[in-house]
């Protein structure tokens, strides 16, 4: 495993780096309540130079590249609208308290989100993941748009930065399909079954929302155990 690395900063303060992998899918409201805790953690840690790579996951792999009309998928899924809106009312209500006004029932379609994730792969190679991470969440989870629609995800891109066009031209094709899915299936043969997933800097995994006080506790201890061993 990769040992922490330490640089001095023009100040003269030691500055860490370390990386912390995030496994999730770009429809989990847990993972953007997931993003936004992690935020918090590592800005309250500013003597570490965070590297964060988000990686896929599907939570619906099955989902038809066109995706499926969400009030049916929701309605086969929990039976009543009860129960669905039981699971809405806890995730709104803990999104909430991270200043995220979700809007879960604004989606009409539950998508595939295999290409959202290739859009994201290519974003970390523009170095602009964080931004295309963030827009994705606030595109389905606020504005209620369907991000396997090709068109939005090029908004997307072109929002976050990168070249529109070169992203339209690869979402046409099937660049790095087989990437992604073989870096799903990684994570499953690591045993994630649930997401999101912290991997802080290959050496400690976190199941779930963690609130922002575990994250910092979980940084804390791979630092300090990191640095005892050098």
């Known amino acids: 495993m990769r040992k922490l690395d330490s640089l001095v900063d023009l100040a003269g303060t030691i500055v860490h780096h370390m990386q912390i992998d995030v496994i999730s899918d770009t429809i989990c409201p847990w993972c953007y309540i997931g993003k936004k805790r992690l935020?918090?953690?590592?800005?309250?840690?500013?003597?570490?130079?965070?590297?964060?790579?988000?990686?896929?996951?599907?939570?619906?792999?099955?989902?038809?590249?066109?995706?499926?009309?969400?009030?049916?998928?929701?309605?086969?899924?929990?039976?009543?609208?009860?129960?669905?809106?039981?699971?809405?009312?806890?995730?709104?209500?803990?999104?909430?308290?991270?200043?995220?006004?979700?809007?879960?029932?604004?989606?009409?379609?539950?998508?595939?989100?295999?290409?959202?994730?290739?859009?994201?792969?290519?974003?970390?190679?523009?170095?602009?993941?964080?931004?295309?991470?963030?827009?994705?969440?606030?595109?389905?989870?606020?504005?209620g748009e369907d991000i396997g629609d090709p068109a939005v995800l090029v908004g997307v891109a072109k929002e976050a930065g990168m070249d529109a066009a070169i992203v339209a031209r690869l979402l046409s094709g099937d660049a790095d399909r087989d990437l992604i899915l073989r870096e799903e299936a990684v994570a499953r043969r690591m045993g994630v079954t649930g997401v999101p997933c912290f991997i802080i800097d290959q050496k400690l995994v976190m199941v779930g929302a963690q609130e922002t006080d575990m994250l910092l506790r979980a940084i804390d201890h791979v630092a300090q155990s990191t640095q005892a061993a050098e």
């Open 39 to 143: 935020e918090k953690a590592i800005a309250a840690r500013p003597d570490i130079a965070f590297e964060v790579i988000w990686r896929p996951y599907q939570l619906n792999p099955e989902t038809p590249r066109e995706g499926y009309d969400r009030k049916a998928y929701l309605k086969a899924k929990f039976g009543d609208s009860d129960q669905a809106n039981g699971v809405y009312k806890i995730v709104s209500s803990t999104a909430a308290e991270e200043g995220l006004d979700l809007a879960l029932q604004k989606q009409k379609r539950l998508p595939n989100t295999l290409d959202s994730h290739r859009l994201n792969h290519w974003a970390h190679t523009a170095r602009l993941q964080n931004e295309v991470v963030e827009i994705l969440f606030r595109k389905y989870f606020i504005d």
